[in-house]
């Protein structure tokens, strides 16, 4: 047996009121969404800048080291662990990035 879908609401200002609701919620999410994709380009193009400014400024990553694979993981936690309190329990002398 199959079954039937239930009967559409009488009042057809309700369904209009259903429609137009889901429309807002769609449309504010679109200003959202284009207001976080613009603040990604602003950023965007400012590390650009950055990176151009650093290269030409003689600052390249040259010399600037790498991290050991215990200070990636250190790092890592800490990113991870940031905002709930626990970050600082990797803040002994040795482990110290």
Request: net charge negative; hydrophobic share 35%; proline share 6%.
């Amino acid at each position: 047996m199959s079954e039937t879908p239930p009967p559409p609401s009488a009042d057809p200002l309700e369904q209009v009121n259903k429609i137009l609701e889901a429309a807002n919620l769609t449309n504010a999410a679109a200003e959202r969404m284009e207001k976080a994709n613009a603040k990604r380009e602003e950023l965007f193009a400012k590390q650009e800048q950055a990176n151009i400014d650093r290269i030409i400024g003689g600052q390249a990553s040259a010399g600037s080291g790498t991290l050991s694979e215990d200070e990636k993981s250190i790092a890592s936690a800490r990113k991870v662990l940031e905002g709930t309190g626990f970050e600082d329990m990797f803040d002994s002398p040795k482990t110290k990035i």
